[in-house]
């Protein structure tokens, strides 16, 4: 009999689920915080030097610095500024959608220590003679732009301005922002065009008030620039940077809207893919997919995250990873009906036996992902943080929610006597009477012995390495800027550009790149890149000169030491990933698993420097990325097959020969094999929409995922799986027969003797 209560109840919940997302979607996504690389903006990283000899550089000194810079970005208008502290001396401020990038830098890296001196550079006063966050743009009697301050003592003042009197001629009283000892003169500034000091007004009396403007050939925006920043303070030391980047707004919109549309692409055709090979649930699986994606970004948006661009690739790359989940349970639920079970009974055993590997697969992932957010640069914990969210959701909906959609249609009857709705044939069921196990289950890969193979398959990796070691030791690595230093420039025009026309204008410029490179369909983006760090006069002068002439620019600068402390971390992150990832396997599972894995993981990663190695592409920063993402999904891959085999390994009970533990492997392979294709191959489409439809910023990086996604896939198979086998070839040598079924120890009352 169907209960068709519990099929109302599924359209309910269903019908629920799009009345909130439709109803709420909108309203999330504006207010989701975009990064610099989506919404255009600048991020600078400064060293924290000391502003007076002596100076220690505290914690309490940082903190008050950061406060110094958070009232300087308020004065800018900025909203949802990041200002954070790193390390001990460094400081990261990060604003998105600012428009006067150059203007920004000023107002934040300027120490802004007014004082006020005679014609000899004697300190008459200074900042702490102000009262604070009184100074005011005004105007003069002829409606010139000056700016008012406020003193805090009038009779110093008076004292101030009757010694200037007396020293006439030079009755002059300097104005100076910054004031460097030994180093500035105003006998040697007043003969400049442009004079460093602020004002050099004549005192022709002794004043008795407490009021001082500043007056000069101010425009309104640089005397309110000069008053936001005096009115938020002096900085208690010296700024230096050390790293910055900037990207132009119509850049970040032009990467937004490629990223997205390429991300639509692909979880389109991943949902096709399971409603044509799961076919009912593979239904369920794009109503959990699409309630997935909901709630990854409903969390996102309500921890107040910053989506990045690399961000946007983790919740695309997360829905493969729901999707693995999805096909594991399935792939079970068809083994289970195929030995002649019930649609009941096998839909609860494919979910029990799935559960324990979809856990231990997500939780490899995570290691690298919390790797990845603890050592990365700031887009990259942005990319990190949106990957955890994506695997914890993606557990959530992929077993939970999966397992309340398909329960509700399973327990009302309607698909009893109906397998071919889970996409099995009539002919491929046993009779339950036949007492056929899931172990013994025949596959279309059962003509293929792995095992007999595997010394060519490590005579084919052994020679990758060969290669990739002359490779590198040949061409090395095309580092990006981030693991080296210098500079890198940036131009979206409306035209196509060619590298002489390029060149033409860094001669103008009187500036030599390292190179040129072109991109785009059109090539309507060039990069071009410069040994050392250009300081901010010059990032000004570089993104005014190609913004007026093609349109939106980029600049990024990087200092030698930022350089390597970013290699650096990204040396520990893969060390500490691989460490966390052999420890769990080995818990999990064994030790010789473990180190399989991980000598699998390191052979992924080898070969994909070798690939970048051997093509010239250039690593960034979401290289390191990807190869923890690649890392993350190989070791889930090889998990998978771990389990297999170690359902296979407790089945047989005893492994008695060679042969024993090859039967093992093979089986196991086999039987997992249709699941790694597929879910290779759903991530596979992600990552090759992102290539292809995404943004160009990002394809190093869909390129380091694609070659990854295979090479792990290539490597669970032929490596992991393979070098186990040798290795517990050599235990049996050792040891003798071993058992791979634990005794359950007996516990009785009686007494023992």
């Not at 190869?627 to 005893?654: A, E, P, Q």
């Not at 943004?695 to 380091?704: D, L, P, R």
Request: hydrophobic share 45%; glycine share 6%.
């Amino acid at each position: 009999m169907v209960k068709r209560s519990r099929i109302i109840a599924f359209f309910l919940i269903v019908l629920l689920f799009a009345g909130l997302m439709g109803g709420t979607t909108n309203n999330i996504l504006k207010h989701i915080n975009l990064g610099l690389d989506l919404k255009g903006g600048f991020e600078v990283l400064y060293e924290v030097q000391p502003a007076q000899k002596g100076q220690k550089i505290t914690k309490d000194v940082m903190t008050n610095t950061v406060q110094a810079l958070d009232r300087r970005v308020n004065a800018l208008g900025v909203n949802e500024p990041n200002i954070q502290i790193e390390g001990t001396n460094n400081i990261r401020v990060q604003l998105a959608g600012v428009k006067n990038q150059k203007e920004a830098r000023d107002i934040l890296s300027t120490t802004a220590n007014i004082s006020f001196r005679d014609v000899n550079d004697n300190k008459l006063l200074d900042g702490t003679d102000l009262v604070e966050g009184q100074a005011k743009q005004s105007y003069t009697q002829t409606g010139k732009p000056n700016v008012v301050l406020q003193v805090k003592d009038r009779k110093k003042f008076h004292d101030v301005t009757k010694k200037i009197l007396d020293m006439a001629p030079n009755n002059q009283l300097i104005i100076w922002l910054d004031f460097e000892e030994g180093k500035d003169s105003y006998k040697e500034e007043v003969k400049k065009e442009h004079p460093k000091f602020l004002s050099n007004p004549n005192v022709n009396e002794a004043f008795n008030t407490d009021t001082v403007t500043i007056e000069g050939n101010f425009t309104i925006e640089e005397a309110q620039n000069l008053a936001s920043l005096l009115k938020a303070g002096a900085l208690p030391v010296k700024l230096k940077e050390t790293y910055s980047t900037s990207v132009g707004a119509q850049f970040g919109e032009h990467a937004l809207n490629k990223t997205i549309n390429a991300g639509i692409i692909g979880v389109a055709i991943i949902f096709l893919f399971m409603l044509v090979y799961y076919r009912f649930p593979g239904l369920i699986a794009v109503i959990t997919l699409a309630i997935y994606i909901y709630l990854t970004l409903l969390v996102f948006q309500l921890i107040n995250g910053v989506l990045t661009l690399p961000g946007i690739a983790a919740l695309i790359l997360g829905v493969g990873m729901a999707v693995d989940a999805n096909i594991i349970t399935y792939e079970r639920i068809k083994e289970e009906l195929r030995v002649g079970r019930t649609v009941k009974a096998a839909f609860a055993a494919g979910n029990k036996q799935s559960f324990m590997t979809i856990f231990d697969a997500n939780i490899t992932t995570i290691i690298a992902a919390v790797v990845l957010f603890i050592y990365g640069s700031s887009s990259v914990k942005g990319f990190a943080t949106l990957l955890i969210i994506s695997i914890l959701l993606s557990f959530i909906t992929a077993v939970y929610g999966t397992r309340l959609f398909l329960g509700l249609w399973v327990n009302s009857n309607l698909l009893k006597n109906k397998p071919n709705w889970f996409g099995v044939k009539k002919k491929d069921i046993h009779d339950i009477s036949e007492n056929m196990d899931a172990h013994k289950l025949p596959t279309r890969f059962d003509r293929f012995d792995f095992v007999k193979h595997h010394n060519k398959f490590f005579a084919i990796s052994i020679i990758l390495t060969i290669v990739g070691v002359i490779a590198l030791s040949v061409f090395r690595l095309n580092l990006s800027i981030d693991y080296t230093n210098g500079t890198r420039v940036e131009v979206l025009s409306k035209q196509s550009l060619t590298a002489e026309q390029l060149n033409d204008d860094l001669k103008t410029l009187k500036l030599t790149p390292e190179d040129i490179v072109l991109s785009g369909n059109k090539h309507e983006i060039g990069v071009m890149r410069f040994e050392g760090a250009f300081n901010k006069n010059e990032v000004a002068h570089i993104t005014d000169y190609f913004t007026k002439k093609y349109g939106p620019t980029n600049v990024s600068t990087v200092s030698p030491e930022v350089g390597r402390e970013i290699a650096k971390n990204a040396f520990k992150s893969l060390i500490f990933a691989a460490i966390g990832i052999i420890i769990y396997v080995a818990l999990r599972f064994e030790w010789r698993m473990g180190i399989a894995a991980i000598i699998a993981l390191l052979h992924d990663a080898f070969l994909m420097v070798t690939f970048f190695s051997l093509t010239r592409l250039e690593v960034d920063l979401t290289f390191i990325a990807a190869i923890l993402t690649i890392i993350g999904y190989s070791i889930n891959d090889t998990i998978v097959t771990f389990d297999r085999i170690r359902d296979h390994m407790r089945f047989k009970g005893r492994l008695k020969t060679t042969e024993d533990i090859a039967e093992v492997v093979n089986i196991g392979l086999r039987q997992t094999l249709t699941r790694s294709i597929n879910t290779v191959l759903t991530v596979v489409i992600t990552a090759a929409a992102l290539f292809i439809f995404g943004s160009e910023s990002i394809q190093n990086f869909s390129i380091a995922l694609l070659i990854g996604l295979i090479m792990g896939c290539y490597s669970s198979i032929f490596i992991a799986a393979q070098l186990w086998y040798v290795f517990k070839k050599r235990e049996l040598k050792k040891k003798g027969p071993i058992k791979t079924v634990k005794e359950k120890r007996k516990w009785s009352d009686e007494p023992q003797v």
